[in-house]
């Protein structure tokens, strides 16, 4: 199939950038959208020209690495899956294609369609972890009984990858459901308990810090999330949240 | 934002109440005995000013959040969104906004008028009233207030389709069957209040 490319280009982060059309001809319908980056940037290359930059790592859906807003929609237009793994067939001959960074305050773009998400990786440094050591020493974490409904919830929420679409799809950039899902998995298990009252405060603030809108429950999140994570997790950190703040905080020594 | 919703989701049901009198007589004897009561007692009068407060916060409150919202997106997309969502979650901002000016004009054709203005007296057998009623009808004779009024609730509807269960969820309350029960009665009550306020001016202006 032959496409028109519109991709966003920006030479760096303090450059100002703009879209430019290209044309990729013969691309197979079984090819990955990301092998169909590569074919453009081959060419490119071969032009003398500057390959277009984006983020890409295990191509097969788990690292969380890709992103691209696709046509209007984050992972492009299949539901459950990220950018690597969709696959041209999903697109029609002659169409054109828009392809654009993730856009919000804390996802500052470095270059063309790569934004620097460090925002996320201070949301987790400010509380998304239990603060004993684990491995070693302690004793197996499987030895713990768990319901099995509780367990299959946190391993819902601890299948989020923090690839950022959940930002990239609100209209309010709001990071609710990366904080929710990480706020779920130690809310929910007994190891996480402990600490849930603080970790859901600090998590909350430095979400607002950072910038980051605020939800207004428009579930577009739950509509383009590649791992499909519920907003019925938004609901369980606000419930841990109102709770925390109605509750005596933990002694500091 | 959550509670101060709910809250004003309470108080349109009261006061679809009330405005529901005005068509049950010609003589107006119900809406003016029920509007004199509203405009006397001295608990109504009190709890008035929480019903403001609950206003001023809502609406204080939708426009710091709208704010940081387009803050926090500086640069727009060139392809607009088209992620399945609640639909009306969108325009929330637009739909409020409207409400908003047709409450300030509410106050100022209305509200004010009632509270301060001079309003006809009428008697009947119950006692002598202020003519509140008489206001309401000459105001809903005039085809282009019954426009914006109809206009101004059907995006109230809007606003309730998505405010009533969005609510619960900020409050935190998402569960596998209570949920789709939110859903479907904040449906109903937004269907049903919408069509309740809209039925007045339009039985006044063609059959009164």
């Not at chain 1, 090819?31 to 191509?59: Q, T, W, Y």
């Not at chain 1, 459950?80 to 919000?104: L, S, Y």
Request: proline share 4%.
């Amino acid at each position: 199939m032959d496409l028109t490319l519109r991709i966003w280009r920006q030479a760096s982060a303090e450059s100002k950038g703009q879209f430019v059309d290209y044309q990729v001809q013969n691309i197979s319908a079984d090819a990955s959208f990301l092998e169909m980056l590569d074919i453009l940037n081959e060419s490119l290359v071969m032009k003398g020209e500057e390959p277009v930059a984006f983020d890409h790592d295990c191509r097969e859906g788990i690292c969380g690495a890709c992103s691209l807003y696709i046509n209007g929609r984050p992972h492009g237009p299949d539901r459950g899956i990220t950018t690597c793994q969709m696959h041209m067939r999903n697109f029609k001959d002659g169409e054109t294609i828009v392809i654009e960074p993730w856009r919000a305050k804390p996802f500052p773009v470095i270059k063309d369609l790569m934004v620097d998400r460090t925002a996320f990786d201070e949301i987790i440094q400010a509380g998304g972890f239990i603060t004993v050591r684990t491995g070693g020493t302690l004793p197996d974490a499987n030895a713990l009984p768990i319901p099995r409904a509780a367990a299959e919830d946190a391993m819902d929420a601890a299948s989020c990858i923090g690839c950022g679409a959940c930002v990239a799809a609100c209209k309010n950039a709001s990071a609710m459901l990366f904080v929710a899902a990480k706020v779920s998995q130690f809310a929910l298990l007994p190891q996480g308990r402990p600490e849930a009252r603080e970790r859901v405060q600090n998590m909350v603030a430095k979400m607002d810090e950072l910038g980051f809108g605020n939800c207004t429950n428009t579930y577009a999140c739950e509509a383009e999330c590649p791992k499909e994570i519920s907003v019925s997790h938004i609901a369980r950190m606000n419930r841990e949240f109102f709770g925390a703040k109605l509750s005596a905080p933990l002694k500091k020594e | 934002m959550s509670l101060a919703g709910l809250f004003l989701i309470t108080f349109l049901v009261v006061h679809l109440t009330i405005n529901i009198l005005i068509l049950f007589d010609d003589t107006r004897e119900l809406f003016n005995q029920a509007a004199h009561f509203m405009l006397t007692n001295p608990l109504i009068q009190t709890f008035q000013w929480v019903l403001f407060a609950g206003f001023i916060i809502h609406i204080i409150l939708g426009f710091v959040l709208q704010i940081q919202n387009w803050i926090a997106r500086p640069m727009r997309y060139e392809r607009k969104g088209f992620s399945e969502t609640s639909y009306f979650s969108k325009f929330m901002i637009h739909t409020g906004v409207i409400v908003l000016i047709f409450l300030g004009l509410h106050f100022a054709n209305f509200f004010f008028k009632v509270k301060f203005g001079p309003i006809e007296m009428i008697a009947y057998e119950s006692g002598v009233y202020k003519d509140v009623g008489a206001l309401v009808v000459a105001l809903f004779k005039d085809i282009w207030y019954v426009i914006f009024y109809i206009i101004s609730l059907l995006l109230l509807g809007f606003h309730l389709q998505h405010g009533f269960q969005s609510a619960f969820q900020s409050l935190g309350l998402n569960h596998k069957t209570y949920t789709p029960a939110i859903k479907l009665i904040g449906n109903i009550y937004s269907v049903l209040v919408t069509a309740g306020y809209l039925a007045i001016p339009i039985v006044i202006y063609f059959f009164k």
